[in-house]
């Protein structure tokens, strides 16, 4: 038996659940039709859909047919949660489009047009509620081939075959041979056009009446397409969610061989077993030890999967086409931590990562995306159900984005004490909707291949800002032109601070344009209304066709920025009277229609912008100093080649560094290193940077350091545990391999080294980037260890640790961090390099093993040294 997965899509009230049901209905599936209106429709399990009367979510139901078994998949119809429908396009074997006879092709019908045609996905259509005054079987038919395709051709029962087969023919060139030929095309033929998208058959019917709902079924048995599957093992996530008793549900389509219980599902960095298998119809499910290839199934057990994301054989998917534009802060109950219910709300983004939830530690505000006003009330009712939070909303704002007009040479270096980064960046704008793209033209002599790769790496992690309202930037090119790096100061984080301030001070030369998202319109309004309509459109600054006459009414179909045609719906129902209706559906990012006002209202002052700086920090003297962005290339060090259009030919760029300037750095410079250091190694206090009252210690020699303003007691020391494992090579050899193998080490020499020391010791884990983690102190033997929590890094934990310890105790710190040893000093504690710090161990080491030896030779000590050869072996086995 054939098996498919069929998606069902359609505009907003244009009857998909009311043809769902009765495709269930007379596949025997369910025993009464429901209806949307009467809240019991089969497929509408939310209380949300129910009461609103939409699907919000999108569905599977099982149906049986005798010809084939259909996994049919009901997806939103309202624009608002156009994404949970996108993303069950990827797993289609072929759809149906619903489609209103009374209101004919919509705005929202041509994104789902475009969107079937970018999946390709082969497209049947059922033309609904043909039974209402006013639906005109021809005209909807020439619409639908002048708005959609013309390969729509009318399979309605009754019709005549012979012009049917001859306007199917009409599609590939083949076929027609075939057809003038033997007069008719064979069933094999029609499903081959249909699989190639040439055809797209159409049903007209009431799905309300089940008017030919059945002869459309006869057809889906006779055409959908049924793939064969390979025999390797592949599936495509593309939902996740959660059930009743909130287990967390991986729905999936098996794409190859078969996916059993207990299956080991891997990805790049994980491995997972799979618990439960679920198949769905409506609420109810049934599960499987084994399911096929072609199978769409919910299963448990998966804690790392994530939406459009390919296991197995089966590759991941494109990013979405259709993104939110409007983003809304956040607002909390009146004493509600942000970093308990963010973990919280990490679930949600998992469900729909196009909210983009985003917490800003600069405002302390959460940020989320949305595609309009009734995502926001679902989603606030969402979290009061699921959490218990009554949270609130900020006005929403429109999300811009940024590109450039012109290729320019953007060129960022970083170079305080004892670091060194340089990079060059060649920007070139690129074509609308092509997002960004990144390359490398670096030669492998000039910089090596692994900095390139960390070059490229950072350059896709974020979301880069440009400099005119400080929104992301698109539509570019992005290559790496040249760099250079230290053989000895260099380390990771150099890199991403030259890449970044690169990014920026390209962008600060360029000319930029600012985009915004902008709606395509279908506007019917009264003929003594089009005037008004056209009026307002030009006001918004929107552009329409010439007006079409529909009778007594007028149709305007054109463009128009979603910024000032978000809230026109209720101004055209109010001077219609209610007879005028607009259709608006997302067509893309367009040039901003008043740029200068937008840039003006918003006030980005790029140069002042702390948290993506477009100045480099070039070392003078042994002091950083900031070198403001368009003089950056007087001071670089190294020459890529590149000279902008007209640009009279360089010198030979010098072997050397130039000389560098003295020190003469303003109070602003001074305030940008700060946040230089800050943003790379956490919050620092204010008083940080400010000279101790007393000369700080800053070497081991007590002699030079007067100890006796400090309280008496135990001498504390904390380790930046990840700074350490990557500054000893042993470590660092141990954690390329296996990460928790080389805490794990740490922490046993740092057990011993207390041990003998008889300091208090707290070693410190960076966790800032781990999401959903709350934090965590821990006491392993002898020695404390500290797991920060999201949204905070080691360096701010260890200075706020040393500002208060330090008040009355003796305070070490272990790091080769420079800004957090700028830090350190500024409270009065005292810092021990990695290398030193390792010379402190080892040296510890050895007179643990010189007592040991001792004691072995008086035969007194066995158990100890039983011990300690235990932990050693331990430690090497670890």
Partial sequence: MKRSVIGILAHVDAGKTTLSEAMLYLGGQLRKLGRVDHQDA???????????????????AILPLPEMEISLLDTPGHVDFSSEMERTLQVLDCAILVISGSDGVQGHTHTLWRLLERYHVPTFLFINKMDLHGADRAALLSELRSRLDEGCVDFTAGQDPAAVWEQAAMCDEAALERFLEEGELDRDTVARLIRERKLFPCWFGSALKLEGVGDFLEGLQRYAVSPAWPAAFGAKVYKIARDAQG????????????????????????QEKVDQIRLYSGARFQTAEEVPAGTVCAVTGLSHTRPGQGLGREAASEPPALEPVLTYQLLLPEGCDPHTVLPKLRQLEEEDPQLHLTWSEHLRELHVQLMGEVQLEVLQRLIRDRFGLEVSFGPGNILYRETITDTVEGIGHFEPLRHYAEVHLLLEPGERGSGLQFAT?????????NWQRLVLTHLEERSHRGVLTGSPITDMRITLLAGRAHVKHTEGGD?????????????????????????AFRLE??????????????????????????????????????STFRDYAAEVAAYTKGLGRLSLSLQGYEPCHDQEAVVAALGYDPERDVDDPP????????????????????????????????????????????????????????????????????????????????????SLDDRKYDIKARDQGPEYLLVDGYNIIYAWDELKAVAQENMDAARQLLMDLLSNYQGFKKCVVILVFDAY????????????HNIHVVYTKEAETADAYIEKATYEIAKHHRVRVATSDGAEQLIILGHGALRISARTFRAEVEAVEGQISAILAASRRQNKSKPVQAAFEAAQRGRKEG
């Fill in 525 to 562: 309004v009264p003929a003594a209304s089009v005037g008004r309509a056209m009026s307002d459109i030009q006001r918004l600054g929107g552009s329409f066709q010439p007006p079409e006459a529909l009778g007594d009414s007028a149709l305007l179909t054109g463009s128009a920025p979603v």
């Fill in 769 to 780: 980037k781990v999401p959903r983690n709350v934090g965590e102190v821990v006491h392993y």
């Fill in 441 to 449: 033209a670096c030669p492998e002599d000039m910089l090596d291949r």
């Fill in 495 to 519: 890199f991403r601070q030259a890449t970044y301030r690169a990014v920026r001070q390209g962008l600060m030369q360029a000319h930029s344009l600012l985009l915004e998202p902008w709606y």
């Fill in 615 to 698: 100045d480099s920090v070039f070392c003078s003297h042994g002091a950083g100093v900031v070198v403001k962005w368009d003089q950056v290339r007087e001071h670089m060090h190294v020459d890529s080649g590149f000279r902008p259009a007209g640009a009279a030919p360089a010198e030979d760029a010098p072997a050397s560094p130039p000389p560098r300037t003295s020190y003469a750095s303003s109070l602003e410079a001074d305030k940008e290193l700060q946040a230089i250091f800050e943003r790379t190694y956490g919050k620092v206090e204010r008083n940080a940077f400010q000279p101790p009252p007393k000369p700080a210690r800053t």
């Fill in 247 to 270: 287990a967390r549900l991986t729905y999936l389509k098996v794409t190859g061989g078969a996916l059993k219980v207990k299956a080991l599902l891997t990805g790049p960095d994980w």
């Fill in 42 to 60: 089969f497929l509408d399990t939310d209380a949300q859909e129910r009461e609103r009367g939409i699907t919000i979510f999108s569905k599977q």
